[in-house]
């Protein structure tokens, strides 16, 4: 009791002495992730003074979700990383789906980044796209350890691409009807085969789509209009995904029916969330794949990786979902964050 309180108050008192030196020093060098994305106040606030309790109070708990589920401990976009991110007890996970040659959904991201997805080299050291292959080719293609897998090597044994059946069918009966999944239509012809793929297994109201391509959105929107009756709000939930996003992508989103936009996180500041929430869609930041935040930690030179702070200056912003590439660690976030409530309620 009383020890256990004591020591997170010395912790706290600690990282809060750790805090003001990085903030003392934002305007010496690079902007800071917490200047650019608007919350470098709040953060000052916390940093000296430990007890206010006003910066950890404004902001609720967002819903968590892993980025390819868990990816620094499995190998992404497989079961065994939905599984270790879906047992942190978050709201839910993010995957990518091609539509193979012969007509298969496929869960994987492949090289290319986010324009150009669907690369096999990075992760399989085999040259080609999954587009242009069946999924009894694609099944038996085993992973290697590089960039675009930094989990262990132990981990990729008997790894494999797994259908999007066969994700729905493990989320549908090891998790709670509550566990959502938001499904990135990664390849061209995706959206209709996934919708009626979820449809089949009867969680319409457990899945996202999203995509950085408004016509996928807009497709979405056009094969399932239908809206909850007391509500008004679209039955077929859809994000418009954004890494750098225009001046007009509220007006974009709206013309395409999203109901939702989601911002990589270094975009993601205070001002577009109060924009994005007063126009009436939800909010999600993501977290870019390995090699992305890889370049990134040469920007944010104030973290050493991804993790509790970076995770915390996103939250700050007001955003309604983050989507991260380490949920065991936004799972410590945010418990953390609600023993900091507790010491300061306990102090008042």
């Known amino acids: 009791g009383k020890l256990r309180n004591l020591s997170y108050i010395v912790l706290l008192s600690f990282a809060a002495r750790e805090m003001s030196v990085i903030y003392q020093g934002a305007t010496k060098d690079a902007p800071k992730l917490a200047s650019i994305l608007g919350v470098e106040e709040d953060m000052m606030l916390t940093a000296n003074d430990p007890g206010a309790k006003k910066s950890y109070a404004?902001?609720?708990?967002?819903?968590?979700?892993?980025?390819?589920?868990?990816?620094?401990?499995?190998?992404?976009?497989t079961i065994p990383s939905f599984q270790r991110a879906l047992d942190y007890g978050i709201e839910g996970i993010e995957l990518d789906v091609f539509l193979l040659e012969d007509g298969s959904l496929a869960v994987f991201h492949g090289d290319g980044g986010d324009q150009m997805p669907g690369g096999l080299e990075g992760y399989f050291g085999v040259e080609g796209s999954i587009m242009n292959m069946t999924y009894s080719d694609a099944k038996f293609l085993e992973f290697t350890r590089g960039n675009s897998i930094p989990c262990p090597e132990d981990?990729?044994?008997?790894?494999?691409?797994?259908?999007?059946?066969?994700?729905?069918?493990?989320?549908?009966?090891?998790?709670?009807?509550?566990?959502?999944?938001?499904?990135?239509?990664?390849?061209?012809?995706?959206?209709?085969?996934v919708i009626e793929m979820v449809e089949q297994f009867d969680m319409v109201d457990r899945v996202t789509y999203i995509s950085f391509y408004g016509d996928r959105i807009h497709n979405v929107r056009k094969l399932r209009p239908q809206r909850h009756e007391e509500s008004d709000s679209h039955v077929y939930r859809t994000g418009f995904l954004w890494s750098v996003p225009p001046a007009d992508y509220i007006q974009l989103a709206q013309e395409v029916g999203a109901t939702e936009i989601h911002l990589r996180y270094d975009k993601c500041s205070k001002e577009r969330v109060n924009a994005i929430h007063a126009a009436g869609f939800d909010s999600t930041s993501w977290f870019r794949g390995p090699a992305g935040m890889k370049v990134d930690m040469r920007r944010f030179r104030e973290f050493e990786e991804e993790g509790e702070g970076m995770y915390e200056l996103v939250w700050r912003t007001g955003v309604r979902a983050m989507t991260v590439n380490r949920p065991g660690r936004l799972v410590n976030l945010m418990k953390d964050l609600e023993w900091r409530m507790t010491v300061n309620n306990s102090s008042q």
């Open 58 to 77: 404004i902001h609720r708990r967002p819903k968590m979700f892993g980025h390819r589920g868990s990816l620094y401990e499995e190998p992404e976009n």
């Open 155 to 193: 981990k990729l044994e008997g790894a494999r691409i797994p259908l999007l059946e066969d994700v729905l069918t493990y989320v549908k009966e090891n998790y709670a009807p509550t566990a959502e999944v938001k499904i990135e239509l990664k390849g061209p012809n995706t959206e209709l085969p």
